[in-house]
Nanobody, 115 residues
């Protein structure tokens, strides 16, 4: 099983990034996919979740419409489009795959928002 995140970078406030998470080794279309973020010394927190078929999406309240989660089951990839980035969005972002009897994590990709 692998979840490989990419797309993290250093950007200025107001900028945009698109994170990707490529999955392999399990039935991607059966997994609810999520993005979490974690700052040093803090607990990992949920940012966004998308159901296995993509019909249901949930977001953490503070993202305020700036983030959009999507998935392509044919490519076994989940995305997080991040717009109007703020310094407080600086974190390591992790991809998670969850379903009946499984819970997988990626290695994380770092997002830094700074002027």
């Amino acid at each position: 099983v692998q979840l490989v995140e990419s797309g993290g970078a250093s950007v200025q406030p107001g900028g945009s990034l698109r994170l990707s998470c490529a999955a392999s080794g399990f039935t991607f279309s059966m997994a609810d996919m999520s993005w979490y973020r974690q700052a040093p010394g803090k607990e990992r927190e949920l940012v966004a979740r998308i159901s296995h078929a993509g019909g249901d999406k949930d977001y953490e309240d503070s993202v305020g419409g700036r983030l959009t989660i999507s998935r392509d089951n044919t490519k076994k990839t989940v995305y997080l489009q991040m717009n109007s980035l703020k310094p407080e969005d600086t974190d390591v972002y992790y991809c998670n795959a969850g379903g009946f009897g499984f819970d997988y994590w990626g290695q994380g990709t770092r997002v830094t928002v700074s002027s």
